[in-house]
């Protein structure tokens, strides 16, 4: 894993954020790149150069908050750009071949019921790209030991998409158990797990349940896992939650981070 991408909003929560992010990267030898999207509204008849103010804010917030955080040894990049998040981040993560974006739950919103806040959602949801990891807030940085994967059809047609995972193992040695759940969408070789995939995970278990989020429900506690990985599918994990950016907490919460691999098909 050699670039991380790290995108800030305004939350509370952010230098906590920027600090695990500098930890994590630490642990790996990655390069961190932090980004500060902004957008330009246009007002008609106006003289005012919207697109330059907005620009130097937004460096001026960057540097702001990195003045504030221990950046180590990890070499940082920040960035102050203008557009649409998801367009924006697609773009980032194939000029600089980032390996993983590390991702708030929420990065505007203040409402404490909310897990997943617009932009966060709309990034987990719509983009097309490396596996996003959603830290906690207030998280602090230590190494993965147990890391529980759950997926209703292990079938793998993209390559790299286990990257994440196998960096998570070669870097901290850690148990990986995969949890394979029957849903009633559930297909002929949908357990047929490759070689690949069965060199990454210690222990494979099956399981019977309505969705993919029902089956991690009852098996969370029994496996204690201190990372939880599932994969975005259109049809995938959060299945409803996903219909609107915005997750609550009463859907979905989570206190341990979750790493969101990319589409395996």
């Not at 994590?24 to 509204?41: D, M, N, R, S, T």
Request: glycine share 4%; hydrophobic share 40%.
């Amino acid at each position: 894993m050699k670039n991380i991408l790290v995108p800030v909003g305004t939350s509370k929560n952010t230098l906590s954020h920027l600090q695990y992010a500098v930890d994590f990267a630490e642990a790996f030898g990655a390069k961190l790149y932090v980004v500060h999207i902004y957008k330009v509204f246009t007002k008609a008849g106006t003289m005012i150069n919207l697109d330059h103010i907005l620009e130097r804010e937004s460096k001026e917030y960057l540097h702001d908050l990195m003045s504030k955080i221990n950046t180590k040894n990890v070499e940082v990049v920040t960035k102050a750009l203008k557009g649409k998040v998801v367009d924006v981040l697609e773009l980032v993560s194939r000029v600089a071949n980032i390996d993983l974006i590390l991702i708030q739950p929420r990065t505007n919103s203040v409402n404490d019921e909310v897990f997943l806040g617009e932009t966060s959602g709309k990034i987990i949801k719509q983009m097309n790209g490396p596996a996003s990891l959603i830290v906690p807030e207030g998280y602090t940085f230590e190494p993965i030991k147990h890391i529980l994967m759950a997926m209703k059809s292990a079938i793998i047609r993209k390559e790299h998409v286990l990257e994440p995972l196998k960096s998570f193992k070669d870097k901290f040695k850690c148990k990986i158990d995969l949890l394979l759940v029957k849903t009633p969408y559930h297909n002929e070789g949908d357990f047929d797990v490759n070689d690949e995939l069965k060199s990454v995970v210690d222990e494979i278990s099956t399981t019977e349940n309505a969705t993919t989020f029902q089956g991690v429900l009852r098996h969370y506690e029994s496996h204690n896992p201190d990372m939880l990985c599932v994969v975005r599918r259109k049809r995938g994990f959060f299945m409803k939650k996903w219909e609107k950016n915005v997750i609550l907490k009463k859907d979905f919460s989570s206190s341990i981070p979750v790493l969101v691999l990319s589409e395996l098909k």
